[in-house]
């Protein structure tokens, strides 16, 4: 079956815009996760939604960060007033909720800030 | 200090080599342990869970030492298609649901 989908596959923005990416996940996946890989750099959290709720926000770096989902499935990250260092890969991975442990990874979106 | 510490590498073995990789994890609370691979430019997919018995699969072996708080993976046999980056990753159970912490990867080389 289809996997988990990212849009774009990679965006390149100036310094202050806005960028949403988005995430579709394996239908029927009830959790869903953000994560972002810099160079070089393990995968740092982001946040954790379960159906449309987020019970876990604390890797959002800052208020610049949002996240939302629709319908328990769709989510758009948000990053306002992009920085130089929102650059990265940032990875979108589903799970059945009571097997969170085996996530899917989407192929993720290579954000880059002139 | 990192919560999930793995050597780098880059690990270069020739074809048909062992090679083992270790990774240490601070949070004595952590209560699954998984290896993940990643491919260049590609997205991270589970290799094996790790569990307290240690276990196998194919050509991997992975162990637990929960009193070391470390784990290992070991490859026998080494082919051209496992040169990729390893990811130890650990779950710290939070706040209701499974919170995967991951190392940063070692890398391998498999070369002809």
């Known amino acids: 079956g289809a996997g988990v989908s990212q849009s774009p596959s990679n965006k390149v923005t100036e310094k202050g815009k806005d960028v949403e990416l988005r995430c579709d996940p394996i239908?029927?996946?009830?959790?869903l996760y953000w994560y972002r890989q810099s160079l070089g750099q393990g995968l740092e959290f982001l946040i954790y939604f379960q159906g449309n709720s987020a019970p876990d926000k604390s890797g959002l770096p800052s208020d610049r960060f949002s996240a939302e989902r629709t319908g328990g499935s769709v989510s758009t990250l948000t990053i306002q007033r992009t920085q130089q260092e929102d650059s990265a890969v940032y990875l979108c991975a589903s799970s059945y909720q009571d097997r969170s442990y085996e996530q899917y990874f989407g192929p993720g979106t290579r954000l880059t800030v002139t | 200090r990192k919560e999930v510490e793995q050597d780098p590498g880059p690990f270069n073995v020739p074809e048909g080599a062992t090679v083992a990789f270790n990774c240490t994890y601070s949070?004595?609370?952590?209560?699954?342990f998984f290896w993940y691979r990643q491919d260049c430019r590609k997205e991270p997919k589970l290799l094996m869970s790790v569990y307290s018995s240690g276990n196998e699969d194919g050509r991997f072996t992975a162990q637990l030492n929960r009193a070391s708080q470390y784990i290992s993976l070991l490859i026998r046999d080494s082919k051209l298609s496992d040169s990729a980056t390893y990811l130890c990753v650990v779950n710290n159970k939070n706040t209701g649901f499974q919170k995967l912490v991951f190392g940063t990867g070692t890398r391998l080389l498999v070369s002809p």
């Open positions: 239908s029927g996946h009830t959790a």
């Open positions: 949070n004595s609370a952590s209560q699954s």
